[in-house]
Nanobody, 122 residues
Framework: QVQLVESGGGLVQAGDSLRLSCATS????????MGWFRQAPGKEREFVAR????????YYAGSVKGRFTISRDNAKNTVYLQMNTLAPEDTAVYYC???????????????WGQGTQVTVSS
């Protein structure tokens, strides 16, 4: 059982930066692939970024690549999402998730945080 708690969301202006944190429970944190997702009002949840168990490999959605950076600190059981040059289209509830590969290319996220709101005004 893994519990995840996001923090760091808020209201910012276009062009600003924000760093989200996801604190997790359990000593098995380092065995999980970690991901960030977001859901804008009236839209489906979408993938944002993921990071491998050891933190050496990352993958980003095209919409955030070059602007967002995912990282993790296994010693602190925490994953981060650094968001730079934010734009209004980044407005969404951001969710942290923990998962494992079920196939070589498929990650199943079994645990989810409650979400943190990010609002970007113009």
């Amino acid at each position: 059982q893994v519990q995840l708690v996001e923090s760091g969301g808020g209201l910012v202006q276009a062009g600003d930066s924000l760093r989200l944190s996801c604190a997790t429970s359990g000593r098995t944190f380092s065995t999980y692939v970690m991901g960030w997702f977001r859901q804008a009002p009236g839209k489906e949840r979408e993938f944002v970024a993921r990071i491998s168990t050891g933190g050496s490999t990352t993958y980003y959605a095209g919409s955030v690549k070059g602007r967002f950076t995912i990282s993790r600190d296994n010693a602190k059981n925490t994953v981060y999402l650094q968001m730079n040059t934010l734009a209004p289209e980044d407005t969404a509830v951001y969710y942290c998730a923990a998962g494992r590969f079920t196939t070589i290319r498929t990650v199943i996220y079994d645990y989810w945080g409650q979400g943190t709101q990010v609002t970007v005004s113009s």
